[in-house]
């Protein structure tokens, strides 16, 4: 581990590749910037608003978590799997907040990654 630190769009760390033929195989994936990251970690500190004001980023006023402060005992990148397993989160990502909603294309799903 070579950085770690949090800016206000959360945390964010970085390291260097072992020279070995399994971790070279990510390289081309991490330039196409197609890996994702993935952590384990229990709350400390945290608000909840069950009925906020109205925003621009909660027009519904769907209740609000706010994590303050956790304890991150381990994390990692990850590679995305098939969308199909994650159609719920992207329906939920994406806005739609039925169960019938049709699936989130790829696109989609990154377009409103990048918006993030």
């Known amino acids: 581990m070579e950085l770690l630190g949090e800016d206000p769009r959360g945390a964010f760390y970085g390291g260097y590749l ?3 033929e399994y971790a070279m195989q990510l390289v081309p994936a991490l330039r196409a910037g197609r890996l994702g990251s993935s952590f384990r970690f229990r709350v400390v500190r945290e608000d909840f608003e069950a009925r906020p004001p109205k925003s621009p980023h909660n027009p519904e006023r769907l209740p609000e978590r706010t994590i303050g ?6 994390f990692g990148p990850v590679v995305p799997g098939p969308l199909e397993h994650l159609s719920r989160r992207q329906d939920v990502i994406a806005g739609r907040r039925d169960s019938t909603a049709a699936r989130a294309t790829e696109e989609e799903f990154l377009a409103v990654l990048r918006r993030r």
């Open 18 to 20: 072992f020279p070995v």
């Open 69 to 74: 402060e956790t304890h991150v005992s381990e």
